[in-house]
Each structure stands twice: as C-alpha cells, then as structure tokens.
C-alpha cells in the first residue's frame, strides 16, 4: 500500500542533531530510506542558512531548506532564494534599544551574516553552536542604520528566567508586529510576523503540489509548534518541553535515541515498536 506521508520536516538542534550536534548513523539511513520511499526530507530550522547547509550536504538534501525559523528558505543545491521575509528595520532598531539596557547580548543577521556589537561568552557559546563567527561591529543600531536594509532576525541570549521577563514586556508592545518566540530556553528570537517554521512550510507544501495532511513534521522548541500544528502528522521529540509535546499528534523518541529514525521507521517504513505515546 502506498505510504500516504510525501514529505518529512525534521528541526536539526535537539531534535535531529544529538549532543555532539551530530546526525546519528541511525538517523541517517532511516533518512536515506525515507527518500528511497519516495517521501521528500527537508531541514526546517532556526539556524542561518550558511549553518544548515553542510547537514543537507551530508545527508544528500538538496531541495528547499528552511531557515532563520522560516524567514528564509533558499535551495541547498542551487542557493536560490525562494522567499525572504526580514524582519522591519525600524522594528528591529526599537527592539535593540529597549534590550540594550539590559546588557543582553544581541545577535543580528543580514546577509547570511552574523553580527554582534562586542565579544561575549555568550555570544562564543553561540559561535560553537552554529559554526559561524560573528563579525563585531560596535554599536548595532549604528551599524543597522548605516546599512539602510532590513535584517532577517535579532536574537537576545540571556538566561531563561530574564528572557522570559524580557519576553512579558516585549509582547504588548510588538506581538502584533513581530514573531516572538524561544528556539532554545536561552534564545529570545525577533523576526518578521509571518517568519516561522509553519507559514514557511506551507509554503514549501504548495511548491510541491502536495497537501498537508501528506506531511509530517518533527520538532522539539517553541519556534517548532507552528510547523507541528500545520502538518497531517505533528511529532515532538521525548526531550522536548510537556506543553510541546502536549501539541503533538505523536510524542516519539529523544534526540539521543534516534527519535527521527523512529518516526520514519513507525509512519514511512512501517516497521512497529518505535517512538511512544
């Protein structure tokens, strides 16, 4: 019988990648395999796309990827951009003011680039995280206001608690404006309303002449849950938060345990015994 599932979003950090931020042997056959049965295999992440490309690379994907949580997805083959939604200048400037006095690090992204005011442990830590090294430029806003062009998200890191303080204050003021969401405890990310990981991968649904019911998706952050209720099949990882997988459709195993390979084995290749309600 033919597999109704044609197309399969996997987050890479806490969800595909392990510890080491590596894709498990196990992971990546059952991937090989899903594409052997026909079903498409995209990277839905928050990474820049320059720091999901070398995953797609080594696991053969070279279809559309879906980064900066949604707000660009570019091919990983030809590197063209199929759409690009940065967040407003003007938006991204008052957002930088208000956490400034704070002396959060901040994080902004232009280009494919990564910038930061200054040098800070948080910001090495985010370095090692995603393989790119930040480019100091001093003075943010100076520098945003010097470029004259949008940015495709401003990222805060802080520790939860504040975040979370930072985050009750933000919201009143740019929640109908902007897309507010933690794609790690200890990331607080700014981008364009319609940037997430769900608006994102309807879009990529369409292209392929697909419908949603024909797709899962596997996730494990905030900035996933939009991408989980979009698809026919919403799967949270087992090390994800209780109010994520309360929004799954399917709770599988964690990222330590090939819980991808799990929901390819369960719902693409039909083998039982794997993931768990």
Known sequence: ???????????????????????????????????????????????????????????????????YMGALV?????????????????????????????????????????????????????????????????????FLRGRGEDPTKVLVIEQESLLDSLAEEMRPVFGHLLHITKSKPYFLEFSHPLANKGHALEAVVRGCGLEREQVIAVGDAYNDLEMIDYAGLGVAVANAREEIRARADFVTLSNEEDGVAAVIHKFILGVDGCGML
């Open 74 to 142: 570019r091919h990983a083959g030809t590197g063209q951009t199929l759409f690009h939604r940065p967040a407003p200048l003007d938006l991204a400037l008052e957002i930088i003011g208000r956490v400034k006095k704070y002396g959060y690090h901040i994080n902004v992204y232009l280009d494919d680039e990564l910038f930061v005011a200054r040098h800070t442990p948080e910001g090495e830590r985010y370095a090692a995280l995603s393989g790119v090294r930040p480019k100091v430029v001093g003075d943010l806003a100076a």
């Open 1 to 67: 019988m033919e597999n109704k599932y044609k197309l399969l979003a996997v987050d890479l950090d806490d969800t595909l990648l392990n510890r080491q931020l590596e894709v498990s042997p196990g992971n990546r056959e059952a991937l090989r395999q899903a594409g052997e049965a026909g079903v498409k295999v995209i990277l839905a992440t928050g990474r820049m796309y320059r720091a999901a490309l070398p995953y797609a690379r080594q696991l053969d994907i070279a279809g559309p990827l879906i980064t």
